[in-house]
């Protein structure tokens, strides 16, 4: 099952853990009523035939997918784009992952400013919401290859933090103060 913890404020190497001592963990549905951020899980090895994976993609329309590797030999610019990929940012629309090899953290922050890491491995389908400020690490083993859905052309611009008044951001804060809505996904 993925987990998710609260990190610890040492600013050694951002591919360790980085626990709290004790370890304070964080269950699915707070890390959805604080960020919206969505999990689901997906065994099937045999993406094409997956009922879950078709149900979500069909239900958000998901039209476009692609598969991104991260490592030294598969990404160009390595460093740059990992860099960038640590640097909180947010995106105009949903960043979804679906994770085939290899492991990573995807770190949020809660309403206090606080990160929470979001480990991901194989079968681990995390869906970022528009307007949420994130960050990404590979771990220490240094790779991984992920599936990534869109709807419509892929735009995949990072827009840093500070970017408090896109329309994207002022659109995230409401839903937040709202309370997230479940989306169902229905057989
Ligand atoms: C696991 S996919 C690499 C990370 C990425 O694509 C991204 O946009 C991070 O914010
Ligand atoms: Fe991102």
Redesign the pocket.
């Known amino acids: 099952m993925v987990q998710v913890w609260y990190m610890d404020d040492s600013d050694s190497d951002q591919r360790e853990e980085h626990h709290r001592q004790p370890p304070e963990f964080i269950d699915l549905d707070t890390l959805f009523n604080i960020s919206g951020v969505e999990y689901f899980k997906i065994n099937g090895k045999d993406l094409s035939n997956d009922d879950l994976l078709n149900k979500i993609k069909r239900e958000r329309n998901y039209n476009y997918e692609d598969e ?1 590797t ?1 490592s030294k030999e598969c990404l160009q610019n390595y460093d740059e784009k990992l860099k960038n ?1 640590y640097t909180e ?1 947010l ?1 105009t629309d949903e ?1 979804i ?1 679906l ?1 085939m090899e290899g492991s ?1 953290y ?1 770190d949020v922050r809660d309403k206090t400013d606080k990160w929470i890491r979001i480990k ?1 491995v194989p079968g681990d389908l995390i869906i ?1 919401p528009k307007g949420r400020y ?3 690490t590979l771990d220490v083993n240094n790779y ?1 290859k ?1 599936k ?1 859905y869109f709807v419509g052309e892929p735009v ?1 611009t ?1 827009h840093n933090r500070p970017a408090d008044d896109m329309e994207c951001r002022k659109e995230y804060i409401e839903s937040l103060q709202q309370g997230f809505k479940c989306r169902s996904i229905v057989a």
Do not use: N, S, T
């Open positions: 991104i991260c990929f940012h995106h960043e992952r994770v990573g995807f991901v970022i994130h960050r990404f991984i992920a990534r995949w990072p």
